[in-house]
Nanobody, 115 residues
Framework: QVQLVESGGGLVQPGGSLRLSCAASGSISAINFMAMGWYRQAPGKERELVARISGGTTTYGDYVKGRFTISRDNAKNTVSLQMNSLKPEDTAVYYC????????WGQGTQVTVSS
């Protein structure tokens, strides 16, 4: 059984910052070797990639490049997403994801960017 627990969402004004964290736990011994990432889903839209980290490689969605930074702590099995210069269009539920073949999702955390 694998669990992903997200934290750090909330309400922020445009131009502000938030930091999301996701902690992975469970019976998979190779968690450190599995890709971890953040996806988001806004109302009425499909879930989309925000950022992903696998080994030493990071990938970002075009709409967050230069504003968001993903990082990982393999000792703690955590992945974080630092979000700066937030825009109203960043409003969505953000989900943590583990793996690319066997895929695990967190429960999601709401991020709302509004004045």
């Amino acid at each position: 059984q694998v669990q992903l627990v997200e934290s750090g969402g909330g309400l922020v004004q445009p131009g502000g910052s938030l930091r999301l964290s996701c902690a992975a736990s469970g019976s998979i011994s190779a968690i450190n070797f599995m890709a971890m990432g953040w996806y988001r889903q806004a109302p009425g839209k499909e879930r989309e990639l925000v950022a992903r980290i696998s080994g030493g490689t990071t990938t970002y969605g075009d709409y967050v490049k230069g504003r968001f930074t993903i990082s990982r702590d393999n000792a703690k099995n955590t992945v974080s997403l630092q979000m700066n210069s937030l825009k109203p269009e960043d409003t969505a539920v953000y989900y943590c994801r583990l793996g690319t073949i066997s895929i695990y999702w967190g429960q999601g955390t709401q991020v709302t960017v509004s004045s």
